[in-house]
């Protein structure tokens, strides 16, 4: 069993992937609602929206769509978490996500991480980027 993460947008879920993607490297797969085997049932306004979005990074993989029309992307009561393994990384990850966005933890050393820190990205995902301590 593998869990993922699917994040539902309200229209902007192209531009937010690519911002992903952008960020976090990997492999992007868009599918839009002008698809052949739905354009027919989808308002002609909204054929342009995701209608799935797959990013795979290594074995992770987060998935979004912009939902169906008239649907909320409303995000609360989460956050994405990226473990990374070195400080650095988490660091160069930590400024490429928060443009735009809004810093709610600064990425800085804590009891538990060498790094961690938390943001708000422009597209409303809260993120917490994790670099735990090494053990050896």
């Known amino acids: 069993m593998r869990l993922d993460a699917y994040l539902i947008f309200d229209g902007d ?5 690519e911002f992903y993607h952008r960020c976090l490297g990997g492999e992007l797969t868009v ?11 989808t308002p002609e306004h ?19 769509s ?16 990226v473990q990374i393994d070195r400080a650095e990384e988490a660091e160069k990850l930590f400024a490429a ?6 810093v709610t933890m600064p ?7 060498e790094r961690f820190g938390m943001l708000v990205d422009k597209f409303g995902v809260p993120w917490m980027i994790n670099c735990q301590r090494s053990t050896a």
């Open 97 to 102: 996500l928060q443009e735009g966005g809004t």
């Open 46 to 64: 909204w054929r342009d929206k995701v209608m799935h979005a797959r990013l795979t990074v290594g074995d992770a993989v987060l998935m979004a």
């Open 13 to 17: 879920c192209r531009q937010a992937l």
């Open 31 to 41: 599918m839009d609602y002008s698809h052949p085997n739905v354009a027919s049932q």
């Open 107 to 113: 990425i800085d050393e804590t009891f538990w991480a």
């Open 66 to 81: 912009d939902g169906r029309p008239g649907e909320t992307g409303k995000k609360y009561g989460f956050s994405v978490s």
